[in-house]
Structure formats: structure tokens, C-alpha cells
């Protein structure tokens, strides 16, 4: 099973906007465009493991909009690649694979360019597959 958090429930350095159609929820974080802008989400994991964040979001220029991704303060990706979706209301989900703890984990995505991050939906926990663990 999986966890959705939305972005307009986290903290979001930016405004929380609704003026692209096809989100989830009531909106979505419009990052400010600069270097650092931010979305930060407090995860609740039953079990620590091996998690795919799924990251949905927008990015309606032809322009990449990398996000460095930190699990509790540590780099999980340095420049996660955000590239363009087609428009503002095409909403694709990103899968990064982290290590979540038991209980209470801060997931931050930060903008690593002046152009500031895509519009961000929500983030989807979902524990991996023991099986597909084992196996790396
Ligand atoms: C437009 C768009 C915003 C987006 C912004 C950007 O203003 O309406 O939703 O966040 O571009 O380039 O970041
Ligand atoms: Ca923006």
C-alpha cells in the first residue's frame, strides 16, 4: 500500500496554487523560482525499510528543473532530473528509491538552479517489495 502526502500540505517555499488542472488534492506547491526553494514533507513509516518516493509534478517549459532530495539531512540525490512534462497540466511521478526509519522521517526536496523547482503534487510512500531488496 502507499502514503499520499500533498504538497499543499507540507512546507512549501513557494505558494500553494490550483491554477493548473489535474493535480491531486485541493492544489499544488508552485516553488519560488530560485536556487533553494523548497518542499519539505514529515513521513510516518510503519516499518523501516527500503521506500520508492514518488514524486508528482509539473514543469510546463522545456527546461530541466533539478531538486536535490534529503531524507533526514542525508543526500539521497544530488540533482534529481525534473525535465519538462509538456505543460503546466501534464502531471508525471518521479520514482526515487530511499531508506526510510520507523516513525517520524523529513523528506526535503531543494531546487539546485535559479530556475527553482516544477510544481510539485505530492509525494507517495510505498515500502519496496522484500523480494526485489533481497535481490540487489
Ligand atoms: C508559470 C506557472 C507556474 C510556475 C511558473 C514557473 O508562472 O503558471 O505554475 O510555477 O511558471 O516557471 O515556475
Ligand atoms: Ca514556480
Redesign the pocket.
Known sequence: SSTRLEAENAVCQ?TV?S??AGYSGTG?C??T?AVGASVEWTVNAPTAGSYTLGIRH????TVN?PMSVTVNGAVVAAAQAFPGTGA?TTWQTVPVTAALQAGTNTVRLSATTA?????IDYLETTARPAMAVALE
Open positions: 513557494g496554487d491554477d493548473h499544488f508552485n516553488t523560482n509539473a514543469n510546463g517549459t528543473r503546466w530556475l527553482g523547482g516544477p510544481n
